[in-house]
């Protein structure tokens, strides 16, 4: 039963409403917060997960991936590619790794950035990622095989004791696994799960394995991990200080995420701010 009053006010996740909410969330005086999050890292945790070599080399030669999709599905050359396209490109590059449909590409394309296609050019603009992007096709198709094949997997309860089941599985880069009954109750994975665990499972893994560090580098005396949300890790550091961990909470992250994702190098984004607002 929820308990969630129907008639209460949400917190607003969008537009002005937001911004005021955000602004409201204040370090402690004297303090600052330091805001870190990985650049594209799902992008390069497919590239890495598919080993597609243009993508590879994207990252290899810190190209703008969502204006390289652009370029590729319009013909065009980098520096022709326009920003709406470019944007059409970034629904595209988060939304077709993930298994998504023509039909879904082309409304999220119109709602989120008012960019209207046909459903035509949606599947058309589908196939051309895919022969973009070869390597994220052949890993999707493998992932789909995958929910065919089981394994035996070992558990555990106070009536069987030890027993095994047959069971399909995917993993992490770090090799943590995901599975799913086949047979009798439960759920069967689907394709968006067959692509999406192993990507976001390995952000995931990333990021915990981030915290770790920065938890073992930081004095407690000036600042301390208040936050992480998805790629995203905030500090809360002594004013004086704000530079020096922000450097040092860029060198973690990028150095964490380029040595497990290797050889893609991995880029994080940081920011002082005064609050969440900025």
Known sequence: MSCRDPNAQQIPRTGEGALAVRRLILPDPGKRFVKADFA??????????????????????????????ASRISGKELQEVTSDERQAAKIMNFLLIYGGSAKTLQFRMQSDYGIVTSSDEAEEAK????????????????????????????????????????????????????VWPRFGTGLRASRFQMFNTPCQGTGADLIKLVMAEVYEKISSQDARIIGSIHDE???????????????????????????LLHPIPVKAEVKILKSLDG
């Open 127 to 178: 196939e051309r990622f895919f022969q973009a992007y070869p390597g994220v096709r052949q890993w999707q198709e493998k992932q789909v095989m995958a929910m065919s094949i089981t394994l035996p997997h070992t558990f555990h309860n106070s009536v069987q004791g030890f027993f095994a089941l047959p069971l399909a599985c995917t993993k992490t880069v770090l090799g943590r696994r995901r």
């Open 233 to 259: 890790i905030l500090l809360e550091v002594v004013e004086s200080h704000a530079e020096e961990y922000a450097r040092l909470l860029k060198e973690i992250m990028q150095q964490v995420g380029s040595k």
């Open 40 to 69: 594209t890292i799902e992008l390069a945790i497919m590239a890495f997960l598919s080993q597609d070599q243009a993508m590879l080399q994207a990252f290899s030669g810190s190209l703008d991936l969502h204006r390289l999709t």
